[in-house]
C-alpha cells in the first residue's frame, strides 16, 4: 500500500491560482500518480495524471491550459498547479496513485489520499 497525503487546498476567488501538493510514502519510477476530484453530488472524476519513470502527463478537456502536474521524486510527490480557477473547479480534490500504467479512470487505482478541499467563489 503506498499512504498518501495532500495539502494546499483552500479558497480562491475566480482568476486565481493554488497549488495542491502529494506526498508519497513510496515514490518509484513505474507508477502512475493522479489527481482526481469530487464536487458535492456527484461523482469523482479525473483530473491528470502522471507517469512517474518520464513525467508525461495527460489532462482532462476541462482542465487543459490551466492545471498543471508535475513531479518532485526527490521529495516524494507530486503536485497540481491550478491556474485560473472557476467556480465549476470547487471540488475535494484526491491524489491517487498505482503501480504500473495510468488510466483516467478511479477504478484502477488502489492508493488514495484524505482529500483537499478547494473552493472557488466567483
Known amino acids: 500500500q503506498v499512504q498518501l497525503v495532500e495539502s494546499g487546498g483552500g479558497s480562491v476567488q475566480a482568476g486565481g491560482s493554488l497549488r495542491l501538493s502529494c506526498v508519497a510514502s513510496t515514490y518509484t519510477d513505474t507508477m502512475c500518480m493522479a489527481w482526481f476530484r469530487q464536487a458535492p453530488g456527484k461523482e469523482r472524476e479525473f483530473v491528470t495524471h502522471?507517469?512517474?519513470?518520464?513525467?508525461?502527463?495527460d489532462y482532462a478537456n476541462s482542465v487543459v491550459g490551466r492545471f498543471t502536474i508535475s513531479q518532485d521524486k526527490a521529495k516524494s510527490t507530486v503536485y497540481l498547479q491550478m491556474n485560473n480557477l472557476k467556480p465549476e473547479d470547487t471540488a475535494m480534490y484526491y491524489c491517487?496513485?498505482?503501480?504500473?500504467?495510468?488510466?483516467?479512470?478511479?477504478?484502477?487505482?488502489?492508493?488514495w489520499g484524505q482529500g483537499t478541499s478547494v473552493t472557488v467563489s466567483s
Open positions: 491517487a496513485a498505482r503501480r504500473g500504467g495510468c488510466a483516467p479512470n478511479a477504478v484502477y487505482f488502489d492508493n
Open positions: 502522471l507517469y512517474t519513470t518520464y513525467g508525461g502527463a
